[in-house]
């Protein structure tokens, strides 16, 4: 019998009822203990309406994102399984998005991911057999059709609140707010961007989001995070691939007597910014393994503040 | 030879020219393996020194500003990833200009098929390797992959 599991997601819900939606990034374990999984969600979890578990983000290995995710289900919380096409083929990929599904994942952000030079192992085979584009589709036509690509029928379809990636800080940037158009006929349905630390670039990109009517079809959530010190500022610019970090943040940075105070407080200034661009439905937290930071910094920034019941 | 690829428009002409002569000589191509064999050969010598042909037998090249995309470390076809370097280049090799800068770049200079960089592209059917992207293109093989993959 084919059916659809059921239900929307937590972070659906919050996104189509036009709050402003707050997630953040969980750093998955060096362990095989649910410990620290647990410990991390706990300081997030009344914070934000959904955190986001990395696959092996920087291509550095960890607890893998599906693991980790499923914990959080388990546990009652609302995860964004992030997946990457780095590390698996088109036939994995379509068994754990019917995993996901299954174990009460609903929201998997589709990435094309890092490369493998990026990470501890450079010396792995990288696969990306799909690219996040072709991964998008691929979920929405199990979502939709109820096929696998092959063509093969699904008894059940997997209920998947879809998402993708921006980074409208990098080149080809006349280029990028068209790839969002294809990630959008591909099936997202919800966008996190790389770190903003360039909110000129964000504006003049948001720009044309608006102009091509996109953000009609799509919920769009900032990605920002606090910089601790102007030397892992420069750290990260030169070894995260994709994060754009101008000079005059790290000069503000270095002139600061609490380096990491001005980190934060910088943080909380793009926050403030962002959220008052057109088309921007909310922010994404991110911030490696400092999960309490990211907690302060949400009660701080005051987002939700309005909000009078938790979802 | 690479040199080629600065001029996409003269590029493109070069392959919608190709395209025909091909298309005429349909019948004869797909009569004969030994042709096909043949026409292999063909491919990697005009193909490999002008766009570093890897040979994936689905050429989407008019599609992608006559920029080879399995020149991408990710093999990306359907645009460039996040983690293109301020300076334009790529992510994995950065003394390579990413090859998705180029393309969009590229496909600016081309009046015919330029805006196809939009059109969201099948994944690759990895058993098409080493084979004449011609002769599948002639049979309808490509046609096939990708109306299956829109549908």
Not at chain 1, 203 to 221: C, I, S
Not at chain 1, 233 to 250: H, Q
Not at chain 1, 266 to 289: D, N, P
Not at chain 2, 106 to 128: C, F, T
Request: hydrophobic share 40%.
């Amino acid at each position: 019998m084919s059916g659809q599991a059921e239900g929307q997601s937590r972070l659906e819900r919050v996104l189509r009822s036009g709050r402003i939606a707050v997630t953040a990034e969980l750093n998955p374990p060096d362990s095989a203990s649910p410990d620290s999984v647990y410990e991390n969600a706990l300081v997030l979890a009344t914070l934000c309406d959904a955190i986001n578990t990395t696959d092996a983000a920087g291509a550095n290995v960890h607890m893998s994102s599906f693991a980790t995710s499923a914990l959080l289900s388990k546990a009652g919380y609302e995860p964004v399984m992030q997946m990457s096409c780095r590390d698996r083929n088109r036939i994995a990929i379509q068994g754990d998005l019917l995993g996901a599904s299954a174990l009460g994942i609903k929201n998997i952000l589709c990435l094309t991911g890092d490369g493998v030079q990026a990470g501890d192992h450079p010396d792995a085979k990288p696969v990306f057999d799909l690219d996040s584009i072709t991964l998008l589709k691929t979920a929405k036509r199990m979502k939709e059709k109820g096929t696998f690509l092959s063509g093969r029928k699904l008894d059940t379809n997997p209920q998947l609140f879809l998402g993708a990636a921006a980074n409208p800080f990098v080149p080809p940037f006349d280029f990028r707010p068209l790839r969002l158009k294809k990630k959008i006929d591909a099936g997202a349905q919800f966008i996190q961007t790389q770190y903003c630390f360039n909110v000129a670039r964000l504006k003049a990109y948001m720009q044309e989001v608006n102009d091509m009517g996109l953000t009609d079809k799509v919920f769009v959530l900032i990605g920002v995070g606090p910089l601790k010190s102007a030397k892992s500022a420069e750290w990260i610019r030169s070894n995260v691939p994709g994060v754009v970090i101008p000079d005059v943040v790290i000069k503000r940075l270095k002139g600061a007597q609490s380096q990491a105070n001005e980190g934060k407080k910088i943080c909380l200034e793009i926050i403030e910014e962002v959220l008052e661009i057109k088309g921007v439905s909310g922010v994404h937290v991110m911030a490696y393994r400092q999960e309490e930071l990211v907690a302060e910094l949400i009660t701080e920034s005051g987002i939700l503040n309005s909000r009078t019941e938790k979802y | 030879m690479r040199l080629f690829q600065s001029y996409p428009a003269l590029l493109e002409h070069f392959y919608r020219v190709t395209a025909i002569f091909l298309n005429l000589s349909k019948p004869l191509i797909l009569r004969s393996r030994m042709i096909q064999r043949s026409l292999i050969i063909t491919e990697q010598l005009f193909k490999k020194p002008v766009f570093d042909c890897q040979m994936c037998g689905q050429c989407v090249l008019h599609n992608t500003g006559m920029t080879c995309p399995m020149t991408c470390p990710k093999n990306l076809r359907n645009g460039p990833c996040g983690g293109v370097r301020n300076n334009g280049n790529c992510e994995i090799k950065p003394e390579m200009a990413c090859v998705w800068v180029n393309a969009w770049e590229r496909s600016k200079q081309m009046s015919v098929h330029g805006s196809k960089i939009n059109v969201i592209m099948a994944p690759l059917d990895r058993r098409l390797q080493g084979t004449s992207a011609w002769v599948n293109e002639l049979s309808g093989r490509m046609e096939i992959i990708q109306d299956e993959w829109s549908s």
